[in-house]
């Protein structure tokens, strides 16, 4: 009985390992764009993942992908999106609900319906954030590049 629960567990880890290698880049370029923060991406990252982990078992068919997606944008709403504005990166102009949303619907690809459903908003809200996102981000010229230094 021992023998199969260890087999079980490894097969476990083997498949959530491989789900991991091919899905971590680009969950954790989504958390970066919605925090800001290279430390703070990582962090909501392996927190969206621990709890993927933990639900491996249950998932019974359901996307993995889709379940760590759906727990990085529920932390970030939870921890961002009320209590600290993002700082930095490509769309630091915007309030982290934009970011979100954006995030969702243009990086991802979320429906506005799935997206909607997932932030508890109605679809016609979800729809006018990301225009007013989409909008924010054409108007106002990108910053330009510093100068680099030159060092005697």
């Known amino acids: 009985m021992r023998e199969r629960r260890a087999e079980q567990d490894r097969r476990r880890a083997r498949e959530f390992e491989a789900f991991v290698a091919g899905a971590a880049g680009r969950l954790l370029h989504a958390a970066t764009l919605l925090t800001g923060d290279a430390d ?55 309030t982290p609900q934009e970011r979100l949303v954006l995030v969702l619907r243009l990086y991802e690809g979320v429906a506005e319906e799935q997206a909607a459903a997932q932030l508890g908003l109605p679809t016609e809200r979800v729809r006018a954030i990301c225009l007013r996102s989409v909008s924010a981000m054409r108007s106002r010229p990108t910053p330009p590049p510093r100068p680099e230094v030159a060092t005697p």
């Open 40 to 94: 703070a991406a990582e962090r909501l990252l392996t927190a969206a993942l621990a709890r993927t982990y933990a639900a491996w078992d249950g998932l019974h068919g359901e996307d993995p992908y889709e379940r760590t997606r759906q727990e990085l944008a529920t932390r970030f709403a939870r921890t961002h999106w009320r209590h600290r504005r993002p700082r930095g990166g490509a769309l630091d102009r915007l």
